[in-house]
DNA sequence: GATATATGCAACTATATGGTTGCGTGTCAA
DNA sequence: TTGACACGCAACCATATAGTTGCATATATC
């Protein structure tokens, strides 16, 4: 899988949003997406385009629409081999990390 | 917490380098990540400002070194506020969800 | 067939981003 | 105190990115 893809999916807010409202409902035309957003269409295939990219959407012509469906396995997949390697059991303790840091200088 | 700075600064190859790095060995000094990398210490400079600004790091001045320090907590808030609603039984199941929409058609 | 609807494609623009070079500042050690 | 070392700051550059506008194409509907 491309990791790089994915976190770059998922660092715009715009796209973002997208998969929220995909998770709200899915199989979503583009139609559907555009409506109340504050970009034109076109603005909006593109953020799906790097979406399907990375596969964190599906999508699948019907007549003249195109319908949208997300796809959590990239996303499971970056929190199993990227995210799980930073958890531990102190990890509640590290939460004033900084703070501490700042107070050894004494 | 600020999700879009945490997603913005994990979007980058490098930056993901320098966490992968600080996790192998916590409280390197910039010269100490810089080392072996195809980059000019500045550019390392401001990567690893754009994690401190994400919170993803911490660092510590220690007399003319300045130490660096990795802070999981982000990652697990996203983790578990982000990636967590993507979970699902079914999850194995749609790994072929492309697979299945192309062959939906006839 | 004519028309409206849903989407696709391409060119263009502005700004963000990742990187560089050059020089300045603070700290350690002889 | 002189020089080496670790780092900070600022200007600059090239490319990537997010967005636009304008037009084309395909599918419903009448």
Redesign the pocket.
């Known amino acids: 899988m491309d990791d790089d893809a994915v976190f ?1 999916a998922l ?2 807010a ?1 796209r973002r949003q997208l998969l929220d409202r995909l998770h709200d409902r899915d199989g979503q ?3 559907d997406l555009c409506m109340g957003l ?6 909006v ?3 799906l385009a ?1 979406l399907e990219d990375a596969n964190l959407i599906a999508t699948k012509r ?5 319908l949208h469906f997300i796809n959590p396995v990239p996303i499971n997949e970056i929190a199993e081999r990227w995210i799980g390697k930073f958890e531990g059991p102190r990890l509640a303790a590290l939460s004033d990390l900084k703070t501490r840091l700042e107070g050894e200088d004494q």
């Open positions: 770059r660092a715009d715009s035309t583009l139609g504050q970009m034109t269409r076109q603005a295939t593109k953020h790097i019907q007549g003249r629409e195109k």
